[in-house]
């Protein structure tokens, strides 16, 4: 499992750009970055290298921000790659919240997955390793 | 002072009976509105033999002491009178208080009583940043201050990181303000890297002249490491003063041996008993100035029935749980912002601010919104969760007021803090202020 930052933003012009200013500022270099957008907020999804340095960035810049546990699983970098680990988790009956993609390389991509059931995530984390998928720990991000 | 905090109830009683006997017939004697009122109610004012034959006379509104604008309420000529307040005339006329210097040595008496439930006196740093002027908030607790022979230092309000460095490094030890500019103070204080808990010496906060919540209290006490007592007072008795509560927080002890308080059905204009929430009704006892009788405050409240484990003796009512005007008519359902208290204040996952939101849809229909500020407490990582918790707080309203309510979460410190008054309501319907 690995450190993700979500941060709450009402959706208007100009917050995410100034939101990236800040971590920016404070010399955090990000990951990833992912938002769930509705018409009237955000939720801004962030992997990046300093957790702790970064939450503290947006929590002085008056942002709401909060680390949430999520899994980073490597997967083949061909067509039905992904395919394969969705099918994989829903045999293993896992539910996810969201999932998105954070990096690719030539040969793997990684997704970024919340497991919905918090208690079941260790046991899903060990299944999907036995399945052959390389499931990150929080050293190998940073 | 701790005399007659513990005086036998008896005895208070006698100093009421007393008092309100003077008092009809000096308002009789001195103010024509009173004289035409009582004739046409056809009390007479020396018939009172009993606290109970105060129910025979009419009551006096609010209106009625702006219909007699600037100075048609004063039981004493202008030469007597050494001061003046006005409560906000923020529905037009203000309301005009006047005070002799017995008044003014009462008010300062009265509110001494919360310095005194903290036990405080000549030792204590009393931090009075209540705005100074018109409003009472500001005086009142300064001569609070003085009456209890505290160092008192008159801040007023506003030019906050001014106020944090005294409180720093005047070692200010009670601070008398709106429970809202407390909170204010504190965040800010806490932005500027100072923390009030370990860096103030705070021990008590007396704070009113607007409602706060149980969760409200706790937040400050805990940011500010201190107790809060609530106060309770009105411009048109006095000020800040009429009840204050002790040190036990449950209940605010009504200088009893200054005002008479009854408790009314609002509809019906009868007095209820004991435990009954109602409408607050006072009676001043020895105010030379601007004495009422029979006033209707607006404010709801209950008589708390028994003993309090502090040992005074002065009756408390409850904390005031609305007012009859603030109440807001939505869809024809009458709608009173406790109500709306109530159920927020059992969401963590929001902080306490909040605001309520009155507009008119495109088919003329009353439409109200409550914008929520998330914590970070709230695990908000998905727009499932984020949507979860605002039907839930949108149906538990609806169950409580019987209005549907839209709620939308917002990011912190986007609703507007005052340094005045919280603004917890904003009516934007046409034709209504
Ligand atoms: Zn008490």
């Known amino acids: 499992m690995i450190d993700q930052i979500t941060v709450f933003l009402e959706n208007k012009r100009g917050r995410i750009a100034s939101l990236c200013r800040t971590l920016g500022d404070a010399n955090i270099n990000m990951a990833a970055l992912s938002v769930a957008d509705t018409t009237e907020y955000g939720i801004v999804r962030i992997i990046c290298s300093d957790t702790a340095a970064a939450l503290s960035a947006l929590d002085a810049g008056g942002y709401r921000a909060i680390k949430t546990k999520v899994m980073a699983i490597a997967v083949p970098h061909h067509p039905g790659g992904a395919a394969d680990l969705l099918e994989k988790l829903d045999d293993l009956d896992v539910d996810i919240e969201y999932f998105y993609c954070f990096s690719t390389t030539d040969d793997m991509a990684v997704l970024a997955l919340k497991i919905a059931d918090p208690a079941s995530a260790a046991e899903a984390s060990w299944a999907i390793e036995k399945a052959g998928f390389h499931v990150f720990d929080q050293d190998e991000v940073e | ?433």
């Open chain 2, 1 to 433: 002072m701790q005399e007659i905090l513990h005086a036998p109830h008896e005895k208070i009683e006698e100093i009421q009976l007393e008092g309100i006997k003077k008092t009809v017939i000096q308002c009789y004697e001195n103010v024509a509105f009173y004289k035409r009122s009582f004739d046409e109610a056809g009390f007479d004012p020396h018939s009172i033999k009993s606290l109970e034959d105060l129910q025979k006379a009419p009551f006096v509104t609010k209106q009625d002491l702006r219909d007699n604008y600037p100075y048609g309420m004063f039981a004493t000529p202008l030469s007597e009178v050494k001061e003046i307040h006005m409560s906000s005339g923020t529905t037009g006329v203000a309301t005009v208080g006047g005070y002799t210097q017995h008044d003014l040595d009462i008010w300062g008496e009265c509110f001494a009583r919360g310095i005194e439930y903290a036990n405080g006196g000549k030792d204590d740093v009393v931090h009075v940043c209540y705005g100074y002027g018109l409003f009472t908030g500001g005086l009142g607790a300064h001569y609070g201050g003085l009456y209890s022979g505290a160092t008192t230092i008159p801040m007023s309000a506003g030019n906050t990181e001014r106020q944090i460095r005294v409180l720093k490094e005047m070692g200010s030890t009670i601070i008398c303000c709106t429970p809202s500019y407390a909170m204010h103070i504190a965040d800010t204080a806490l932005e500027m890297g100072i923390d009030p808990a370990r860096d103030f010496h705070l021990r008590a906060g007396i704070h009113g002249a607007e409602p706060f919540s149980d969760n409200f209290r706790r937040d400050l006490e805990r940011k500010l490491n201190y107790h809060v007592l609530d106060v309770y007072g009105l411009t048109e008795t006095m000020g800040p003063g009429v009840a204050i509560e002790c040190w036990e927080q449950n209940g605010l002890h009504l200088a009893e041996d200054h005002f008479y308080a009854e408790i009314i059905d609002p509809n019906t204009g009868e007095v209820l008993p004991d435990g009954e929430w109602g409408e607050l009704v006072l009676t001043t006892i020895d105010r030379e100035a601007s004495p009422v009788v029979r006033y209707r405050t607006r404010d709801i409240t209950r008589i708390l029935p028994g003993e309090c484990a502090c040992g005074c003796t002065h009756r408390r009512i409850d904390r005031i749980h609305g007012r009859t005007d603030d109440m807001l008519i939505i869809r024809g359902v009458n709608v009173f912002p406790s109500q709306i208290e109530d159920v927020m204040k059992t969401f963590d996952q929001v902080s306490s601010w909040y605001q309520i939101e009155v507009d008119t849809d495109h088919r003329s229909l009353d439409m109200v919104t409550l914008k929520a500020e998330v914590n970070p407490d709230f695990a908000f990582d998905s727009v499932a969760a984020v949507e979860r918790l605002q039907k839930e707080i949108s149906a538990r309203l609806k169950t409580a007021l019987s209005v549907g309510v839209k709620v939308k979460l917002v990011e912190p410190k986007t609703i507007a803090r005052s340094e005045g008054k919280a603004k917890r309501i904003v009516d934007l319907r046409k034709g209504i202020k």
